[in-house]
């Protein structure tokens, strides 16, 4: 029997029974076109951290409260509130003498809370940092001016903001030398910053928050002493090591830590930072692609239970083909080329739904400013192909072997 002829038959049943043929290739459809969305979604979420994050300088040095081994993040950075980091570490990593290789390095805090100006209200991020957050960062102020180096421990009651808080808050309004008020504080703002972009998921835009002094944030609005974390600008990309072993040594210095086990503090570089995040991410992707698969198994018990309606419709044809002179691998051949048929075209729509779906996030995303891109690569289609062939092929089987074994005496006396 030629290779085509299997082929023939099977496009002939399935077109014989239309609305049962896609009602199983449905799952399929679903199934495949889960899981290349996942996998879009996936590579988008996370290229678009990557960027974000690599795109605040690959010279900066994340000094956080908590210890953390060398694969693991910080405790602070999953939310459990660690106070080992006072202000009086920040002005240690500033002097020179301690770190000769930090140019500069900023502390910060953060909260949210409810900002209103002339009876407008927004639920508004802030976030209390150092004077030197413009060059640690480096960003500019579009308008009026930044925080003074002065005014970041004098509990001053001043604010920078971003963009969007401008438009959501003062409706467009200039809002230099304007009062807002803050968990019952009122500020001057003296200053708006230059439009940046989203910076990706789990974290604040520069252009959601409205920027105070850290000692007023500390006292004033959160009532802690304590600083979230520490950024540090390292001179150059190639004295990074050195700096990060300086700010230990000097954080150990001020802590009375003898012995690096005992650190009550971590300090990453940005490339250790993106692949700390890069492991994160993979591992939430591979979660995802195993929850997407689940609706390809469903969709696989579809067709198993679909063909084995198919083999006891069809045992007088088996026996049939039996009696003039079909081989059993003939009739196991033809089951298994229907089943990866069934599969295979579910897998087709799949694809093309998983890319439809994909764009549509990607412009949805886009429409919110997100740098979000839009990846269904070619390796994507390739595995879910043959991925939908072989779900069909392993559904297939059992059903398969089953028609193949039909004797043709008793399919030839089934009524």
């Known amino acids: 029997?030629?290779?085509?002829?299997?082929?023939?038959?099977?496009?002939?049943n399935l077109l014989a029974a239309k609305l049962r043929s896609f009602l199983t290739i449905l799952g399929i459809i679903i199934g495949v076109g889960s899981v290349v969305t996942i996998m879009s979604i996936g590579q988008g979420a996370q290229a678009l951290i990557l960027d974000?994050?690599?795109?605040?300088?690959?010279?900066?040095?994340?000094?956080?409260?908590?210890?953390?081994?060398?694969?693991?993040?910080?405790?602070?950075?999953?939310?459990?509130?660690?106070?080992?980091?006072?202000?009086?570490?920040?002005?240690?990593?500033?002097?020179?003498?301690?770190?000769?290789?930090?140019?500069?390095?900023?502390?910060?805090?953060?909260?949210?809370a409810q900002a209103i100006y002339e009876g407008n209200t927004l639920v508004a991020s802030f976030t209390g940092t150092t004077a030197s957050y413009i060059n640690v960062e480096n960003t500019e102020v579009l308008e009026g001016r930044f925080i003074s180096k002065e005014e970041e421990t004098d509990l001053s009651r001043v604010a920078v903001v971003g963009k969007n808080i401008v438009k959501d808050l003062f409706f467009g309004e200039d809002p230099v030398g304007k009062t807002v008020k803050i968990k019952d504080q009122s500020f001057e703002v003296v200053g708006v910053f230059k439009e940046r972009g989203s910076s990706g998921f789990g974290t604040s835009s520069q252009d959601d928050s409205i920027f105070v002094p850290l000692r007023t944030a500390q006292k004033l609005l959160l009532g802690i002493d304590h600083i979230a974390y520490i950024r540090a600008k390292a001179k150059d990309t190639n004295v990074i090591s050195f700096a990060i072993a300086n700010i230990e040594v000097t954080l150990r210095e001020r802590h009375g830590i003898a012995d690096p086990a005992d650190d009550d503090f971590s300090v990453r570089d940005q490339a250790q930072a993106l692949?700390?995040?890069?492991?994160?991410?993979?591992?939430?992707?591979?979660?995802?692609?195993?929850?997407?698969?689940?609706s390809l198994a469903v969709g696989g018990v579809g067709i198993m239970n679909t063909m084995l309606i198919v083999v006891n419709q069809r045992i007088r044809e088996v026996g049939l083909r039996k009696a003039v002179g079909a081989k059993t691998a003939d009739i196991l051949t033809q089951f298994l080329i229907e089943s990866a048929a069934v599969s295979f075209l579910g897998g087709a729509?799949?694809?093309?739904?998983?890319?439809?779906?994909?764009?549509?996030?990607?412009?949805?995303?886009?429409?919110?400013?997100?740098?979000?891109?839009?990846?269904?690569?070619?390796?994507?289609?390739?595995?879910?192909?043959?991925v939908s062939i072989g779900i069909g092929l392993l559904f297939g089987m059992y059903p398969a072997r089953k028609a193949s074994r039909i004797s043709p005496m008793e399919a030839l006396r089934y009524e």
């Not at 900066?60 to 980091?85: K, R």
Request: net charge negative; proline share 5%; no cysteine.
């Open 275 to 294: 692949e700390l995040i890069k492991n994160i991410t993979d591992v939430l992707r591979y979660f995802l692609l195993a929850i997407g698969t689940i």
């Open 52 to 112: 974000q994050v690599s795109g605040i300088g690959s010279n900066l040095i994340g000094i956080m409260p908590g210890a953390s081994d060398e694969n693991g993040p910080p405790a602070a950075a999953i939310g459990i509130i660690v106070t080992t980091l006072k202000y009086d570490d920040l002005e240690a990593i500033r002097n020179g003498r301690n770190v000769p290789e930090v140019e500069d390095a900023a502390g910060y805090v953060t909260g949210t």
């Open 1 to 12: 029997m030629r290779f085509i002829d299997p082929i023939k038959i099977s496009y002939k």
């Open 349 to 386: 729509a799949g694809i093309i739904l998983g890319a439809v779906l994909s764009y549509i996030i990607y412009l949805v995303m886009q429409a919110l400013q997100y740098s979000w891109p839009f990846v269904v690569t070619w390796q994507s289609i390739a595995v879910a192909a043959l």
